[in-house]
């Protein structure tokens, strides 16, 4: 079955750090691929996402590339901020079926 | 911004009770889906809900859980007698579009706790 791994948090950066969040993936299927992140105290809300191999998502300087040959579609910032600190949620979806499919999360902490 | 808003966001039972989860999805939205999270565990789905009527389940949803949209705006959970297992964060989604690429929207969830 369909399946997404995460890298363990929490991560811990200081402001204006380089993020790298890792997310690998297998399906069976051609998936469509997703961020999601939840903000303290909110619902998961969609990042970015990508539909096919090479594409690029991008949101709020957050970016991640569709990398099929690699199976991965890590999640990258250049610069991160405190109210960055969330909990991101790599995802997947593939052919008709409409349900996700989510990896752990991992917790980012951002400090001054 | 049209949002999906979930009640209650913490709920304590005891293990035995029936629980009653409440959401309600964007009103234009035509797919359904509650989604749940074990403490330290992955986003589990649970169920999806199409034209008044289940269209896929996990197997996790077993005879004890049950989803209704009883009037046409809220979109309900209930696990009929909650065990411990139970405990976990629950998630409302909804989906307008038929794309299988379509975001989903969330609620901020319904922590439960079976003691």
């Known amino acids: 079955g369909d399946s997404v791994t995460q890298m363990e948090g929490p991560v811990t950066l200081s402001e204006e750090a380089f993020l790298t969040i890792n997310c690998t993936y297998t399906?069976?299927?051609?998936?469509?691929l997703f961020w999601y992140v939840q903000y303290p105290g909110e619902g998961l809300q969609l990042l970015l996402k990508?539909?096919?191999?090479?594409d690029k998502g991008s949101n709020k300087g957050f970016e991640a590339t569709y990398r099929k040959e690699t199976t991965s579609f890590h999640l990258e910032k250049g610069s991160v901020q405190v109210s960055d600190s969330a909990v991101y949620f790599c995802?997947?979806?593939?052919?008709?079926?409409?349900?996700?499919?989510f990896g752990t999360g991992t917790r980012l902490q951002v400090t001054l | 911004e049209p949002e999906v808003t979930q009640t209650p966001s913490h709920q304590v039972t005891q293990m035995g009770q029936e629980v009653i989860l409440r959401c309600v999805p964007i009103?234009?939205?035509?797919?359904f889906y509650w989604y749940r999270q074990i403490l330290g565990q992955k986003v589990e789905f649970l169920v999806s809900?199409?034209?008044?009527?289940?269209?896929?389940k996990s197997e996790i949803f077993d005879d004890q859980f049950s989803v209704e949209r009883p009037d046409g705006s809220n979109f309900t959970l209930k696990i009929r007698s909650t065990k411990l297992e139970d405990s976990a964060m629950y998630f409302c989604?909804?989906?307008?579009?038929?794309?299988?690429?379509?975001?989903?929207?969330f609620g901020e969830g319904s922590r439960l706790t079976v003691l």
């Open positions: 989604a909804s989906r307008q579009e038929t794309s299988n690429t379509g975001e989903l929207f």
């Open positions: 399906a069976t299927g051609y998936p469509s």
């Open positions: 990508a539909t096919k191999a090479d």
């Open positions: 995802a997947l979806v593939t052919g008709t079926a409409s349900k996700l499919t």
């Open positions: 009103s234009n939205h035509l797919y």
């Open positions: 809900f199409y034209n008044n009527e289940i269209s896929e």
